[in-house]
C-alpha cells in the first residue's frame, strides 16, 4: 500500500548482491535520475495497489493498463517477434492459453485455435527495477512468468488470479513467486491513474 | 508497513473484459507434496503476525471487538491447546501440503481428495462423489465438511461446518458460521490455491487470500504429530487471558514500528481496496530504516 522502509526485504529471497542493492536504495536520487518508475516495472506492477483496464488492442494483443503509474503492458499471442532495441519497464510479453486437458483418445487443438482457459504470459527484455518500491532489485537479465486465471465467488463476483513467477540469479536466489487478486467491477469507478513515485 | 502487508491489501478490480475460463475436457491430478512458498505474508506464514495487525480484513465491529479481546496466553489453558485453527489454515499458515485422492475400487472413479494435517489443523477431506452437507445442525468438527466439484481443469472446494478459530493468529476470529471456498489452480509444478472465507458475523464481505505452493519430491506426511495437551502454567480455575476492551496493550506495536495510523491496522473492508492509500497520504511517513523482521540475510552474510 506505501512504500516501505530502506532494508525492509522480508519474505524476498534476495541474493547478497541484491541487499547491497537494497541497501544503498536513495529515493531522492532515484527521482531525480528520472528512474521513478523503477518500482513500476513488470516484474512488480501487478502487486502494486491499484485498479487494471484490460481490453483487446488487435485480435493479436491483449492491452493491460494500470492506474499504478500509468502504465501499460502489451501480452502478445501468436508468432509475434519482440522488435530491437533497449529493453523497457514492461519488457516484451508473449501470451498463450493454456488449454484445457483434452480427453484421451480426441486430437490436440491446432495452435491458435485455442482462444481462451487460463492465460500463460512470459516477460523478457526488462529493464532493471524493483521488485519492491524500496529498492529490492531485479536484474535486467530477470524472465517473469505470470499465470492469469478467472475464479467465481458464492456471491457471483469475478476474481482475477494472478500468479507471478521471478527469476533472474543475479539477485533472488530462488523463483520469487506470488500472487494477487483483482475484484471485476462493473464500471471504471475509482480508475486513478498516478503517476510513477520513488518516495510514495 | 512492508510490501507483504501492502499487498494483502491491495486487492484492485479487473475492469473491462476478460476471457473467461471455458469449460474443460477432463479433471487433472493433483496428487503429491506441496511445498509452501512464504514469498508474501511472510510474518503470517512465518513467526506469526504482529499481535495487533488486522490490516486488509474485512472486520465487522463484533469482529474486531472480539480480535482486540485476544491474548495469545490462551493457547497455555489445556482445554485450547490443542484447538486446531480451521480449514482455512490452509491457505493462511506456513505448512506446505500433501493431496491424495481416494479412489472407488470399482469402477475407479474419485470418490474424495484429502489434503494434509499439520500440527495445528486437521486434515481435509473433500468429498467428490455428489453427497450433500449436513443439516445446519449437525455438529461442528475441526475439519469442517467440504465438497469439491470440477470446472475444466480447476477443482473448487467448499467447507462448512467447521469451528470458531482464527483468520491470523492474532486473534482475528473466525465464527462457527464461517464458510470456506478453495480454488487449486494447478500450472505445471506450481500449484496457487485460492481461498475465499465468509462469515456472516464478523466479516462484511469475503476476505480473499491466495497461497503458492510447488510440487517437491520431499515427500510430506499426511498426519502431524499428535497434539497431547500439558500444563503449561495456567492453573485450572484461573482468569481467562484476554484483554477488557480498551486494554489491548498492542494496539499501537506497528503503527509506532511502521508509522501508519492505528485505524489502519485495526482493519476493516476499505483497507483490503487501493483507495485506501489516499487515507494515508499525509498521514505515513516512511521510517528511515527498517528497523524489525527485515527478511533473513542472504547466505554468506
Given at each position: 500500500?506505501?512504500?516501505?522502509?530502506?532494508?525492509?526485504?522480508?519474505?524476498?529471497?534476495?541474493t547478497?548482491?541484491?541487499k547491497?542493492?537494497?541497501?544503498?536504495?536513495?529515493?531522492?536520487?532515484?527521482?531525480?535520475?528520472?528512474?521513478?518508475?523503477?518500482?513500476?516495472?513488470?516484474?512488480?506492477?501487478?502487486?502494486?495497489?491499484?485498479r487494471?483496464?484490460?481490453?483487446?488492442?488487435?485480435?493479436?494483443?491483449?492491452?493491460?493498463?494500470t492506474d499504478?503509474?500509468?502504465?501499460?503492458?502489451?501480452?502478445?499471442?501468436?508468432?509475434?517477434?519482440?522488435?530491437?532495441?533497449?529493453?523497457?519497464?514492461q519488457?516484451?510479453?508473449?501470451?498463450?492459453?493454456?488449454?484445457?486437458?483434452v480427453?484421451?483418445?480426441?486430437?490436440?487443438?491446432?495452435?491458435?485455435?485455442?482462444?481462451?482457459g487460463?492465460?500463460?504470459?512470459?516477460?523478457?527484455?526488462m529493464?532493471?527495477?524493483?521488485?519492491?518500491?524500496?529498492?529490492?532489485?531485479?536484474?535486467?537479465?530477470?524472465?517473469?512468468?505470470?499465470?492469469?486465471d478467472?475464479?467465481?465467488?458464492?456471491?457471483?463476483?469475478?476474481?482475477?488470479?494472478?500468479?507471478?513467477?521471478?527469476?533472474?540469479?543475479?539477485?533472488l536466489?530462488?523463483?520469487?513467486?506470488?500472487?494477487?487478486?483483482?475484484?471485476?467491477?462493473?464500471d471504471?469507478?475509482?480508475?486513478?491513474?498516478?503517476?510513477?513515485?520513488?518516495?510514495? | 508497513?512492508?510490501?507483504?502487508?501492502?499487498?494483502?491489501?491491495?486487492?484492485?478490480?479487473?475492469l473491462?473484459?476478460?476471457?473467461?475460463?471455458?469449460?474443460?475436457?477432463?479433471?487433472?491430478?493433483?496428487?503429491?507434496?506441496?511445498?509452501?512458498?512464504?514469498?508474501?505474508?511472510?510474518?503470517?506464514?512465518?513467526?506469526?503476525?504482529?499481535p495487533?495487525?488486522?490490516?486488509?480484513?474485512p472486520?465487522?465491529?463484533?469482529?474486531?471487538?472480539?480480535?482486540?479481546?485476544?491474548?495469545a496466553?490462551?493457547?497455555?489453558?489445556?482445554?485450547?491447546?490443542?484447538?486446531?485453527?480451521?480449514?482455512?489454515y490452509?491457505?493462511?499458515g506456513?505448512?506446505?501440503?500433501?493431496?491424495?485422492?481416494?479412489?472407488?475400487?470399482?469402477?475407479?472413479?474419485?470418490?474424495?481428495?484429502?489434503?494434509?494435517?499439520?500440527?495445528?489443523?486437521?486434515?481435509?477431506?473433500?468429498?467428490?462423489?455428489?453427497?450433500?452437507?449436513?443439516?445446519?445442525?449437525?455438529?461442528?468438527?475441526?475439519?469442517?465438511?467440504?465438497?469439491?466439484?470440477?470446472?475444466?481443469?480447476?477443482?473448487?472446494?467448499?467447507?462448512?461446518?467447521?469451528?470458531?478459530?482464527?483468520?491470523?493468529?492474532?486473534?482475528?476470529?473466525?465464527?462457527?458460521?464461517?464458510t470456506?471456498?478453495?480454488?487449486?489452480?494447478?500450472?505445471?509444478?506450481?500449484?496457487?490455491?485460492?481461498?475465499?472465507i465468509?462469515?456472516?458475523?464478523?466479516l462484511?464481505?469475503?476476505?480473499?487470500?491466495?497461497?503458492?505452493?510447488?510440487s517437491?519430491?520431499?515427500?510430506?506426511?499426511?498426519?502431524?504429530?499428535?497434539?497431547?495437551?500439558?500444563?503449561?502454567?495456567?492453573?485450572?480455575?484461573?482468569?481467562?487471558?484476554?484483554?477488557?476492551?480498551?486494554?489491548?496493550?498492542?494496539?499501537?506495536?506497528?503503527?509506532?514500528?511502521?508509522?501508519?495510523?492505528?485505524?489502519?491496522?485495526?482493519?476493516?473492508?476499505?483497507?483490503?481496496?487501493?483507495?485506501?492509500?489516499?487515507?494515508?497520504?499525509?498521514?505515513?511517513?516512511?521510517?528511515?530504516?527498517c528497523?524489525r523482521?527485515?527478511?533473513?540475510?542472504?547466505?554468506?552474510q
Amino acid at each position: 500500500m506505501v512504500t516501505p522502509a530502506k532494508g525492509d526485504y522480508l519474505s524476498v529471497p534476495i541474493t547478497v548482491e541484491a541487499k547491497k542493492v537494497a541497501d544503498s536504495w536513495d529515493p531522492a536520487k532515484e527521482e531525480a535520475a528520472g528512474n521513478q518508475c523503477k518500482g513500476y516495472g513488470a516484474a512488480a506492477l501487478m502487486r502494486l495497489p491499484g485498479r487494471l483496464h484490460i481490453t483487446w488492442q488487435d485480435d493479436q494483443t491483449l492491452r493491460v493498463d494500470t492506474d499504478a503509474g500509468t502504465q501499460t503492458r502489451l501480452f502478445h499471442f501468436g508468432d509475434w517477434k519482440a522488435p530491437a532495441g533497449e529493453p523497457t519497464w514492461q519488457g516484451d510479453s508473449v501470451a498463450q492459453w493454456e488449454s484445457p486437458r483434452v480427453p484421451r483418445g480426441m486430437p490436440p487443438p491446432e495452435p491458435g485455435q485455442i482462444k481462451s482457459g487460463d492465460l500463460k504470459i512470459t516477460t523478457t527484455h526488462m529493464r532493471a527495477g524493483f521488485l519492491r518500491k524500496n529498492g529490492v532489485p531485479y536484474s535486467a537479465d530477470a524472465v517473469l512468468n505470470e499465470y492469469y486465471d478467472i475464479i467465481h465467488e458464492r456471491n457471483g463476483d469475478q476474481l482475477l488470479v494472478v500468479t507471478t513467477v521471478v527469476t533472474g540469479p543475479m539477485y533472488l536466489q530462488q523463483p520469487f513467486i506470488t500472487s494477487s487478486q483483482f475484484k471485476k467491477q462493473a464500471d471504471a469507478t475509482g480508475w486513478a491513474p498516478t503517476p510513477c513515485s520513488s518516495t510514495w | 508497513m512492508t510490501t507483504t502487508k501492502l499487498n494483502k491489501i491491495a486487492v484492485g478490480a479487473l475492469l473491462a473484459v476478460f476471457a473467461v475460463r471455458i469449460p474443460a475436457f477432463a479433471e487433472i491430478d493433483l496428487s503429491g507434496s506441496w511445498s509452501a512458498r512464504a514469498h508474501e505474508d511472510a510474518m503470517d506464514r512465518g513467526p506469526g503476525p504482529y499481535p495487533v495487525d488486522y490490516l486488509g480484513i474485512p472486520l465487522t465491529e463484533a469482529g474486531r471487538a472480539k480480535a482486540l479481546s485476544y491474548s495469545a496466553s490462551i493457547f497455555s489453558m489445556m482445554e485450547h491447546e490443542c484447538m486446531y485453527y480451521p480449514a482455512s489454515y490452509l491457505v493462511l499458515g506456513p505448512q506446505g501440503i500433501k493431496i491424495w485422492s481416494d479412489s472407488d475400487m470399482i469402477n475407479g472413479k474419485t470418490v474424495a481428495w484429502n489434503i494434509s494435517a499439520s500440527n495445528d489443523r486437521a486434515p481435509i477431506k473433500i468429498w467428490m462423489d455428489g453427497r450433500p452437507h449436513p443439516s445446519k445442525i449437525a455438529p461442528h468438527g475441526v475439519s469442517g465438511f467440504t465438497t469439491g466439484s470440477w470446472q475444466g481443469d480447476v477443482l473448487t472446494s467448499y467447507t462448512t461446518h467447521m469451528k470458531v478459530g482464527y483468520l491470523r493468529r492474532n486473534g482475528a476470529p473466525t465464527s462457527d458460521e464461517a464458510t470456506l471456498t478453495l480454488t487449486f489452480l494447478r500450472h505445471g509444478d506450481l500449484l496457487t490455491v485460492a481461498g475465499v472465507i465468509e462469515d456472516p458475523y464478523y466479516l462484511t464481505e469475503p476476505f480473499v487470500v491466495t497461497r503458492n505452493f510447488v510440487s517437491d519430491t520431499v515427500p510430506i506426511r499426511p498426519v502431524d504429530t499428535p497434539c497431547v495437551p500439558g500444563f503449561e502454567g495456567h492453573k485450572e480455575g484461573g482468569a481467562i487471558p484476554h484483554y477488557s476492551p480498551g486494554k489491548n496493550p498492542f494496539v499501537d506495536d506497528i503503527t509506532k514500528l511502521y508509522n501508519i495510523p492505528v485505524e489502519a491496522v485495526l482493519g476493516g473492508p476499505e483497507t483490503m481496496y487501493p483507495d485506501y492509500r489516499k487515507k494515508l497520504e499525509g498521514k505515513y511517513v516512511r521510517p528511515e530504516k527498517c528497523v524489525r523482521n527485515c527478511g533473513a540475510a542472504p547466505p554468506g552474510q
